[in-house]
């Protein structure tokens, strides 16, 4: 079955410590993203990429980093400078311009930080 | 203001009945627009795009007004798996990977 398989789906870490989120797709999308959801509130865009090693910052980059050295995989870290890490974690990809709309989303990750 | 705009519910609504979500956006210049719903707990999926002349789908109706700036997403002959959160997304344009704005959802919950 083609899709996005992100894990873990939830997660329990201590404040100060980083988390590394995973993300792959064998839909063979080239265009893959992070978002963050927050209870109430839009998805924020974390970060994108829109082709193997290259990268671009969304809305919300400050204390996450990411890294794309393959087209299936898009690791997402949280690092200790994000400041209120607890949320749900989608990762998304698509074929191509973001302009079709069409994102095709992982069954997110659920970050608490205790 | 948000640059997407919804009321978060949630519309409680018998079974059977017609529902109807707005959604405003504030960029003139936004391009693209869409539904997506998204079940409690789990990712968003596309339920539509959104055309300038309107659009059906079965049971679903997206309209765009442009000139006021809003999207319409009416349900009729709601059911029980009806119930879930309905996102409006405004694209900007381009072809970068940040064009896409999403609203805050709306709750919809129908009962028997």
């Known amino acids: 079955d083609g899709g996005i398989t992100q894990s873990p789906k939830y997660l329990f870490r201590k404040e100060g410590q980083n988390v590394t989120l995973s993300c792959e797709q064998n839909l063979n999308h080239d265009a893959m993203y992070w978002y963050r959801q927050d209870p109430g509130q839009g998805l924020r865009l974390i970060y994108y990429?829109?082709?193997?090693?290259?990268?671009q910052k969304g809305d919300i980059a400050e204390g996450y980093s990411v890294s794309r050295e393959k087209k299936e995989s898009f690791p997402l870290t949280v690092t200790s400078a994000q400041k209120n890490p607890t949320a749900f974690y989608l990762c998304?990809?698509?074929?191509?311009?973001?302009?079709?709309?069409?994102?095709?989303f992982g069954e997110g990750s659920r970050l608490t930080v205790l | 203001r948000k640059e997407v705009e919804q009321d978060p519910g949630p519309f409680n609504v018998p079974e059977g009945a017609t529902v109807a979500f707005n959604c405003t956006y504030s960029n003139s210049a936004s391009q693209s627009f869409f539904w997506y719903r998204q079940d409690c707990r789990k990712e968003p999926k596309l339920l539509m795009s959104v055309y300038s002349s309107g659009n059906e789908d079965g049971r679903f109706t997206a309209q765009l007004n442009r000139a006021s700036q809003y999207i319409s997403l009416l349900i009729r002959d709601s059911k029980l798996s009806d119930s879930a959160t309905y996102l409006c997304?405004?694209?900007?344009?381009?072809?970068?990977?940040?064009?896409?704005?999403f609203g805050g959802g709306t709750r919809l919950m129908v009962k028997p």
């Open positions: 990429s829109q082709i193997v090693n290259d990268f």
């Open positions: 997304v405004v694209c900007r344009g381009g072809n970068a990977g940040n064009m896409l704005t």
């Open positions: 998304a990809s698509s074929i191509g311009a973001v302009n079709t709309g069409e994102l095709f």
